[in-house]
């Protein structure tokens, strides 16, 4: 067997010891003589490995106790429409922050539940940094505000938290969630798809303050009420249980490799090098705001574009995959999340460099 190195935005590459763990676990767990995904959700042995997940969770990012977890369905773009339709209450516009495609797709559905004030928007500079917290014009009315720190196409990430005083802040953290320490206490709400950087795709995490909870609409679909959520502890209905085991062994490795923090300077180190060989390169370039480059995911691109399916093609043989750019921007984009090692960012460079140098 060979595994490759992964640097896809999504789904993206598991630890491959995670890997091992369920497959070895597979077809009898812990002595049960079935598999995790033939439980029933409601059994004790089923619950025991959701209650871990979350705990774990909550150690790894230190989840305030005011605050619930829950473990929903439809990704991170059912939430689009789930946060208005739970958090506006009788607020009837909510503030949010434009930065790219993922923003933009958050207001675009919002704006089907409430006027969406857009506060501070990068587009004058095709997305390529982060607007700062003079920029944004802030409504004190507004239900919530906002914002994604992490925009996984555009490879743009914000470099603060931003102060919204009484409204609560809510942000989108699906691919850089537990890739550095944060500070939950500053949020309302943090959510995040599964599939960059936590387990398998179908599962998607919210962590909310409990005093958010029971002010949802009354047209909100049961199954999307994150009170109805918090109060049947994410099973009102079957939550998707395998996709939940593997990203409790997720957590389970994570903690391993010395929690958030421990994995925060690797995650550091990996990206500072590529940034580095990228910057003092002539054939590549980044286009982001320095202060603004995200560590999760690397946009970058050749001097001269008609390179581009040499360098694709050169990369796959090389066990380098999935680098090609997002359909929309084109170009080069290598997903660096946390199960991604060092070795394949080392790999990567020289690769780069290989390249460079034999068509220059
Ligand atoms: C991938 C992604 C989404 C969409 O996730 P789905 O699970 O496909 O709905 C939303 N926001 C961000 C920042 C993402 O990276």
Redo the contacts with the bound molecule.
């Keep these: 067997m060979s595994r490759v190195y992964n640097f896809c935005?999504?789904p993206a590459a598991l630890p491959t010891a995670v890997l091992e763990k369920a497959s070895a676990e597979m077809l009898d767990w812990n002595g049960m003589g079935l598999s995790v995904m033939e439980m029933s959700h409601r059994s004790d042995e089923y619950v025991s490995i959701a209650q871990k997940a979350e705990q774990d969770l909550r150690d790894l990012l230190h989840i305030p106790s005011n605050y619930k977890v829950l473990f929903m369905q439809?990704?991170?773009?059912?939430?689009?429409a789930m946060i208005p339709l739970n958090l506006l209450g009788d607020k009837k516009s909510a503030d949010y922050i434009n930065t790219g495609q993922?923003s933009a797709?958050?207001i675009k559905e919002a704006s089907r539940y409430c006027d969406v004030k857009v506060v501070a928007s990068s587009e004058d500079k095709n997305f390529s940094y982060a607007p700062t917290q003079s920029d944004l014009n802030l409504n004190p009315d507004a239900a919530y505000v906002h914002y994604?720190p992490?925009?996984?196409?555009g490879g743009v990430a914000f470099d603060y938290i931003p102060e919204t005083g009484d409204v609560p802040l809510v942000a989108?953290?699906?691919?850089?969630i537990l890739s550095e320490e944060l500070d939950v206490s500053k949020f309302g709400m943090i959510y995040?798809?599964?599939?960059?950087n936590i387990g398998p795709?179908g599962l998607?995490i919210v962590i909310i303050r409990e005093d958010l909870l029971g002010d949802a609409r009354t047209e909100t679909p049961t199954s999307m009420n994150y009170k109805v959520a918090a109060d049947n502890d994410s099973m009102y209905n079957t939550p998707p249980t395998y996709s939940w085991y593997l990203a409790g062994l997720v957590f389970e490795w994570l903690k391993q490799q010395g929690g958030v923090k421990g994995i925060a300077v690797i995650n550091d180190r990996k990206a500072s090098k590529l940034y580095k060989y990228i910057d003092q390169s002539d054939f590549y370039a980044n286009p982001v705001a320095v202060n603004n480059r995200s560590k999760m995911n690397v946009p970058f691109t050749l001097k001269n574009s008609d390179l581009d399916k040499a360098f694709l093609q050169g990369a796959d043989k090389a066990g380098l995959l999935n680098l090609k750019g997002h359909r929309s921007v084109g170009g080069m984009r290598a997903s660096i999340y946390n199960a991604v090692p060092e070795e394949a960012v080392d790999a990567l460079i020289a690769y780069m460099d290989e390249f460079a140098n034999s068509n220059s």
């Design positions: 935005a999504g439809g990704g991170a773009t059912a939430q689009f993922w797709k958050a994604t992490n925009e996984t196409i989108d953290f699906s691919s850089s995040a798809g599964a599939q960059k795709a998607c």
